[in-house]
């Protein structure tokens, strides 16, 4: 399979892709009561849903389950968006704090906070990024701070106007910079970006392709609600409220 990308080799891109399928086996592995109610499912929505979309509990049941792989597999994806400038010259991917650390030619530096989606922040986060890349500029005026974002809107590069405690502040040194131009920045290549993502599949094929069959294991919750009680509806409730009054497994 051919390989086109000039600004990360072939060897690190493809450790890269693999890495990040590996992150995905683990939301194969089955699935059991106990994982399933780790953070504790809220039984109350599930039966508004039931009644409301016209589903049965099974139904409800899969798409949590759905749900919770799903957002399991974001922070796969966020591993794959951060991790790869690794492997990028003059950047660094800090063990915490930064996400990504790209050092310039002059040898000022680009502190990141990189998001998957550009809606994933809401008010306080943002203050807080915010006020955090201001501290960083105040110590060194020359470096910027970009709030990277893999799912922009649109393509851009722009300041980042952000409210905190109802004052508009404004800084051409902290902005707001979809994936696309990071990469043009980083790489000199305008669509760097753009290459890979066309390189991707054919990565992934590559890679699946030489490793196990990957597949969904059979899970086991439905099976163990039923051994709760035959009434799936009260089976949720107990596996939910089971220290509350009234309630008992």
């Avoid at 530096?109 to 008010?123: D, Y």
């Avoid at 039923?226 to 220290?243: E, H, T």
């Amino acid at each position: 399979m051919s390989y086109n990308l000039k600004f990360i080799s072939q060897c690190d891109f493809e450790n890269h892709v693999k890495n990040t399928i590996k992150s995905y086996k683990q939301t194969l592995e089955t699935i059991d009561l106990k994982k399933f109610n780790a953070n504790i499912i809220d039984p109350i929505k599930m039966t508004f849903d039931k009644y409301i979309f016209n589903k049965t509990f099974s139904r409800i049941i899969e798409d949590e389950i759905s749900r919770q792989r799903d957002k399991s597999n974001n922070n796969a994806i966020g591993y794959f968006h951060q991790n790869i400038f690794k492997y990028f010259n003059n950047c660094e991917v800090p063990k915490e704090g930064w996400d990504v650390i790209f050092i310039k030619n002059n040898g000022t530096k680009i502190f990141v906070e990189m998001k998957n989606k550009h809606n994933t922040m809401n008010s306080s986060s943002s203050q807080k990024t915010y006020i955090q890349m201001q501290n960083q500029i105040m110590k060194c005026p020359n470096d910027q701070c970009f709030l990277v974002e893999a799912i922009a809107p649109k393509s851009k590069n722009i300041p980042w106007s952000c409210s905190v405690n109802k004052q508009h502040l404004e800084d051409t040194r902290i902005r707001r910079v979809s994936m696309d131009k990071f990469y043009t920045i980083v790489t000199g290549e305008k669509d760097a970006f753009y290459q890979m993502c066309m390189q991707l599949p054919i990565t992934i094929e590559k890679i699946i392709s030489q490793s196990d069959r990957l597949f969904v294991q059979e899970d086991t919750v439905i099976k163990e609600l039923n051994a709760l009680d035959i009434d799936m509806q009260l089976a949720l409730y107990k596996l939910a409220f089971n220290s509350y009054d009234g309630f008992s497994l």
